[in-house]
């Protein structure tokens, strides 16, 4: 009897690239979701994860790749080699991905593996399945200033296949602030996830501290799950996740994925890393737009966001 061999992650892709397309969005509970995401959510919203497995939330493009890489490393004690086992989609899959088969979904990928695994999410805090906090799973939060969040979006959906035309940028804006995008509003994703972080001991990290120190935020990571590394293994994380450095690694630069589905040569996915980036994208007039609505959609927090460091 012949044994069909297991495809991997990008051959996967390459086989279902013909059913790609920039899928629709519809809305689950007042979020627009990819439709594949959208379809399946019961089943996402009843993964029982285990006690010792770690999320990692984000709203799209606030630094998860960034942050999946430090905690692997952090967990496998800095050994760059074992940290490039496997592209990071599967390394650390992504909860509640869905896509044409024969492209394994998050909850596949988490199927075959032992706890604990490190699970990346986009949801906001009230998609998330509830078993998470039923069990007292360890939650890092990254959030990442509106304006260079939503440039990196802007970018990504040029490129990424899969998620909706972007349109021209003036339009994005508006979107943007209207809450339109896959996921759904930036402002009600990081004032939600916020509002609970105390309550069920959510990591809650900024992208721009991370950037600012990176050694300082690591070993914040470092701690939260409760390792204790030396000094010297910590400056090789600090090393190997730096922007150059994972930009030039090939388990996590996503170019696992092929280019009819992501075409880094429209924008490479290790894009630009930087902060305060929003500032060659807005004009004046867009800028004071933005800042007049984002007063109003943010008044009353109190969450230290900065677009510039
Ligand atoms: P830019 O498009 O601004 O460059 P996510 O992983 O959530 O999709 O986020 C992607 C964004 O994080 C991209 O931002 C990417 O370049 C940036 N990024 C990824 N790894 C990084 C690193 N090691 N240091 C700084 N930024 C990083």
Request: proline share 9%.
């Amino acid at each position: 009897m012949s044994q069909e061999k297991e495809l991997t992650f990008s051959e996967a892709i390459e086989k279902a690239q013909q059913s790609i397309v920039r899928f629709p969005l519809i809305p689950i509970r007042g979020i627009p979701l990819m439709s594949y995401i959208a379809q399946n959510f019961d089943s996402i919203w009843a993964f029982r994860p285990d006690p010792s497995d770690l999320l990692i939330a984000t709203y799209p493009k606030a630094g998860t790749t960034w942050t999946q890489e430090i905690v692997d490393l952090l967990l496998h004690n800095g050994d760059a080699e074992a940290c490039k086992r496997a592209p990071t989609p599967v390394r650390s899959p992504f909860l509640e991905i869905c896509s044409p088969p024969p492209i394994p979904s998050g909850l596949d990928l988490l199927r075959k593996m032992d706890p604990p695994r490190v699970i990346k999410t986009h949801f906001p805090f009230q998609l998330v399945p509830p078993g998470f906090w039923e069990n007292k799973c360890k939650t890092i939060y990254v959030a990442r200033n509106a304006k260079d969040n939503m440039v990196s979006y802007f970018h990504f959906d040029c490129m990424n296949k899969t998620q909706p035309e972007p349109g021209p940028w003036e339009g994005y804006i508006h979107k943007f602030m209207q809450g339109e995008l896959s996921w759904g509003s930036w402002y009600d994703h990081v004032k939600g996830w916020w509002a609970e972080r105390e309550k069920r001991n959510i990591l809650y990290l900024f992208y721009e501290d991370m950037k600012e120190n990176p050694r300082r935020e690591v070993e914040r990571i470092m701690r939260y799950l409760d390792l204790s590394l030396p000094d010297d293994v910590i400056s090789r994380i600090v090393e190997l996740t730096s922007f150059k450095s994972m930009k030039e690694n090939p388990m996590a630069n996503y170019s696992c994925v092929p280019k009819p589905v992501f075409d880094q040569s429209i924008s490479p996915f290790m894009r630009k890393g930087e902060v305060g980036d929003w500032t060659n994208h807005f004009t004046a007039e867009q800028s004071k737009v933005f800042d007049e609505d984002y007063e109003k959609q943010m008044k009353g927090t109190d969450i230290p966001f900065r677009t510039q460091i």
